[in-house]
């Protein structure tokens, strides 16, 4: 990869009030907002012209309008179907991972359907683990993981279609 983006971004959508991604996305000039739920974060999607809806940091289950159905990507810090499904995210994975005594972990960005961590599989990228890593280093090195991981995902989205994702499982 020549660790290009060839997506757009055309707004940026928070659930949490003051997420340091508003600000961020502010900054490079993009149409930011603070939505609660689905209800409302769908009635500012419709405002623009989107063919993914990509999910970062959000905790809840999301319900995308029907044209978007097969279109929100997710990214979780393990790797599927390894320490995923609800009650999984943030800390909570990584102190899963350490107290199983894992020596691998890593990241995985999926297609979201209406059940946690459940759709296909895009990208996956695995980190090594040592004995003296604790919850926080691991999550460093996933984070670290996740952050070359949904560059690449996106990357293969648009040079493969939604559909191929779909399809091939």
């Given at each position: 990869?020549d660790?290009?983006?060839?997506?757009?971004?055309?707004?940026?959508?928070?659930?949490?009030?003051?997420?340091?991604g508003?600000?961020?996305?502010?900054?490079?000039?993009?149409?930011a907002?603070?939505?609660?739920?689905?209800e409302?974060?769908?009635?500012?999607?419709?405002?623009?012209?989107?063919?993914?809806?990509?999910?970062?940091?959000?905790l809840?289950?999301?319900?995308?309008?029907?044209?978007?159905?097969?279109?929100?990507?997710?990214?979780?810090?393990s790797?599927?179907?390894?320490?995923?499904?609800?009650?999984?995210?943030g800390?909570?994975?990584?102190?899963?991972?350490?107290?199983?005594?894992?020596?691998?972990?890593?990241?995985?960005?999926?297609f979201?359907?209406?059940?946690?961590?459940?759709?296909?599989?895009?990208?996956?990228?695995?980190?090594p683990?040592d004995?003296?890593?604790?919850?926080?280093?691991?999550?460093?090195?996933?984070?670290?993981?996740?952050?070359e991981?949904?560059?690449?995902?996106?990357?293969?989205?648009d040079?493969?279609?939604?559909?191929?994702?779909?399809?091939?499982?």
């Amino acid at each position: 990869a020549d660790g290009r983006l060839r997506a757009r971004v055309a707004v940026v959508i928070a659930n949490v009030a003051g997420a340091r991604g508003l600000e961020k996305a502010a900054n490079y000039g993009y149409p930011a907002f603070h939505a609660v739920g689905s209800e409302e974060a769908n009635r500012i999607l419709a405002a623009y012209d989107i063919d993914l809806i990509v999910l970062a940091g959000y905790l809840k289950l999301y319900t995308p309008p029907e044209s978007l159905r097969r279109a929100v990507l997710n990214i979780h810090p393990s790797l599927i179907p390894s320490f995923c499904g609800a009650g999984f995210y943030g800390r909570h994975v990584h102190e899963a991972v350490k107290a199983r005594g894992c020596k691998v972990s890593g990241c995985t960005v999926h297609f979201a359907d209406e059940v946690y961590d459940q759709g296909p599989i895009v990208v996956q990228k695995c980190v090594p683990l040592d004995d003296e890593d604790t919850a926080d280093t691991i999550a460093a090195k996933v984070f670290a993981a996740e952050c070359e991981a949904y560059p690449e995902a996106l990357n293969l989205v648009d040079e493969k279609g939604i559909d191929f994702f779909w399809n091939r499982t």
